[in-house]
């Protein structure tokens, strides 16, 4: 029997507005996929507008990578460092608790050197800012944050510590 590699999460670029297409696509070639979203209000309606445009995660082992680069209106994987970027687990945790959690969520980047990114461990994941009414949390292999306005009274302390809608931080 050969190994069989374990899924991972990797970041896809699309064209532009194509991420609804593609994941429509991704469900029918049945590839485990994620399309971050947030509510947002035009003329009256609410649609969901992507949190990261441009952008579509699949769950898939490396061998599998095939079947993504030959699907309609993906451009290519993200790249770092020459290698298709993998997005660990609790990164794509935090975003799935972020616009669970939150109502206004917002993404901001900031720039990443490669230096940094080989002395942090893989498991990082580092709280930027707690204060009166935001929350920011890194999101360090896609080199940008995730940004939470939250209304001040679900914020309380906790000796020492702030919890959020009873997440500890």
Same mark, same amino acid.
């Given at each position: 029997?050969?190994? @069989?590699?374990?899924?991972?999460?990797?970041?896809?670029? *699309? /064209?532009?507005?194509?991420?609804?297409?593609?994941?429509?696509?991704?469900?029918?070639?049945?590839?485990?996929?994620?399309?971050?979203?947030?509510? $947002?209000?035009?003329?009256?309606?609410?649609?969901?507008?992507? $949190?990261?445009?441009?952008?579509?995660?699949?769950?898939?082992?490396?061998?599998?990578?095939? =079947?993504?680069? @030959?699907?309609?209106?993906?451009?290519?994987?993200?790249?770092?460092?020459?290698?298709?970027?993998?997005?660990?687990?609790?990164?794509?945790?935090?975003?799935?608790?972020? $616009?669970?959690?939150?109502?206004?969520?917002?993404?901001?980047?900031?720039?990443?050197?490669?230096?940094? @990114?080989?002395?942090?461990?893989?498991?990082?994941?580092?709280?930027?800012?707690?204060? /009166?009414?935001?929350?920011?949390?890194?999101?360090?292999? $896609?080199?940008?944050?995730?940004?939470?306005? =939250?209304?001040? /009274?679900?914020?309380?302390?906790?000796?020492?510590?702030? *919890?959020?809608?009873?997440?500890?931080?």
């Amino acid at each position: 029997m050969f190994n @069989e590699q374990p899924p991972v999460w990797y970041a896809v670029y *699309t /064209r532009p507005k194509c991420e609804k297409k593609v994941a429509d696509l991704f469900t029918r070639k049945k590839v485990e996929h994620y399309v971050p979203a947030k509510p $947002l209000v035009r003329a009256r309606k609410i649609i969901q507008e992507p $949190l990261f445009p441009s952008y579509v995660f699949v769950h898939i082992p490396e061998s599998r990578s095939w =079947v993504v680069k @030959e699907t309609d209106n993906v451009v290519n994987f993200v790249y770092w460092l020459g290698q298709p970027a993998v997005i660990p687990d609790h990164e794509i945790a935090l975003i799935r608790h972020f $616009l669970r959690d939150y109502e206004d969520v917002s993404v901001e980047k900031f720039p990443i050197k490669a230096q940094e @990114e080989e002395d942090r461990p893989a498991s990082s994941a580092r709280i930027l800012q707690i204060s /009166r009414n935001r929350v920011k949390v890194e999101l360090n292999s $896609l080199g940008c944050m995730l940004v939470a306005t =939250v209304p001040s /009274r679900e914020m309380t302390v906790i000796t020492g510590h702030k *919890t959020v809608n009873g997440h500890h931080y």
